[in-house]
């Protein structure tokens, strides 16, 4: 099964997205995601100008000699526009092997470990009661685990908070990045109360779960971890920024809050540390930044010998396609967590469509060939890109700070 044609498209239904397409000679096609928030026409070029050509006449079969090829045979490897283009080629060719196949791809990576998949919610507010208000209508729609997120008093905008009540917040919500102001201090003293509060009203069944964004020091995040144990959150995300692996040593070592971290982490070199070591509890890289399924499940067996489990990043910036591949993934890997949900809108659903489906919490896995995502590129048409980035942020003295 050769592979006769490939070729991005970047659409914005809401926000931008970027779909690669394989097509094979035996009519078969598959499809990938590569989009990659912020950098979005980087991972395009990549794939248009060095990936693509290369991929022309291969056979599609071979999944593990085209991630090799595109990886080990670079002489650049790593970083998340490679991993992301190589996630986008991986995924495509898991989706035509899955076809081909005429299986769904759970049934291809080894069979259900379960019947669904736990979600979590994003339930932010712009301060602790319209927090309240949130949890309470995501608990009435049957979740079992939320995110919770509020504004800190004394600071202007905080990330990951919607800017108005029962709306998502927009990670990429300017054209070029909006400044944020940011204060550890104000943060740290407001974050206990916020999930006293949330404790006290929703009793202790519900899973809470908190994303720093990466925005602590080492002993910052450890005396988080500590002052948020009494609320037993399901975990502490992003805690601090973890070039250094080594930091997660110090945050381990003063807390028993579990810690989930590597939305921005590309390979299994940049968790084999934290790993071995036993200094985290969930894996949050998502497919395609992980370079696709052919490695994340190498980095989910690794974790797997430790006790650690999958939690992946699944926000409105990882498009159907990516989430689709994800729900496979969820259903079959046997050291499964949890798995991020931040529901599309319509616009989105206009270009996409997909085969699993949303019940009282949980993804339920679809049973149609491949990963269950299509596209419609007529209607991708009609949503062209825009420049979009994230914001930065800046502590209350002008100092650049850390995402
Ligand atoms: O969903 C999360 O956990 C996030 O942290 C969202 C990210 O900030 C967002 O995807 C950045 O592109
Ligand atoms: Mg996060």
């Known amino acids: 099964m050769k592979i006769t044609q490939a070729y991005t498209i970047v659409c914005a239904p809401g926000r931008n997205f970027v779909t690669l ?33 290369a991929l022309i006449g291969k056979d599609a079969s071979c999944i593990e000699d085209i991630w090799q090829y595109l990886y080990r045979g670079a002489y650049w490897r790593r970083g998340p526009v490679t991993m992301s283009a190589i996630g986008a080629v991986d995924m495509a060719l898991w989706d035509i092997k899955a076809k081909a196949a005429n299986m769904p791809l759970y049934q ?46 004394g600071i202007p905008t905080i990330y990951g908070v919607a800017k108005r009540e029962g ?21 740290l003293n407001h974050v206990p ?3 006293a509060a949330v404790r006290e009203h929703f009793g202790h069944d519900l899973h809470l779960l908190h994303d720093v964004h990466h925005r602590l020091t080492p002993i910052e995040a450890a005396r988080l971890g500590k002052a948020v144990e009494p609320y037993h959150l399901f975990w502490m995300e992003d805690c601090v920024p973890a070039e250094n692996q080594e930091s997660l040593r110090l945050i381990r070592e003063h807390t028993t809050t579990p810690l989930a971290i590597g939305e921005v982490f590309n390979s299994i070199h940049d968790y084999r540390e934290m790993i071995q070591n036993q200094w985290i509890d969930y894996i949050r890289t998502p497919l395609t930044h992980g370079g ?70 949980h993804f339920i896995v679809g ?25 930065v942020n800046r502590l209350e003295d002008g100092t650049l700070w850390h995402w």
């Open 21 to 53: 397409k394989i097509v094979t000679d035996e009519g078969v096609y598959g499809i990938g995601d590569a989009t990659l928030n912020g950098r979005e026409m980087a991972v395009v070029a990549y794939l248009e100008e060095h990936v693509i050509p």
């Open 292 to 361: 696709g399924i052919t490695h994340v499940r190498r980095i989910a067996d690794l974790a797997a010998l430790y006790h650690i489990r999958t939690g992946f990043h699944g926000p409105t910036d990882l498009p159907p396609v990516c989430l689709g591949a994800a729900v496979h993934f969820d259903t079959w890997v046997p050291n499964f967590g949890i798995q991020e949900h931040m529901p599309h809108d319509d616009l989105t659903h206009q270009v996409f469509s997909h085969d699993h489906r949303f019940e009282d919490g």
């Open 193 to 195: 109360q916020l999930f």
């Open 367 to 391: 049973e149609a060939p491949g990963h269950g995502v299509d596209i419609d590129e007529s209607a991708a048409a009609q949503f062209p890109y825009k420049r979009a980035s994230l914001p």
């Open 167 to 187: 709306e998502r917040y927009e990670p990429a919500d300017a054209e070029l990045p909006a400044e944020h102001v940011w204060s550890t201090e104000k943060y």
């Open 108 to 153: 291809l990576l080894g069979g259900r470990s379960r019947e669904r998949v736990m979600t979590y919610a994003h339930c932010t507010g712009k301060d602790i009661d319209s927090c309240l208000s949130e949890v309470e209508r995501h608990v009435a729609q049957g979740y079992r685990a939320v995110r919770v997120q509020a504004g800190v008093p």
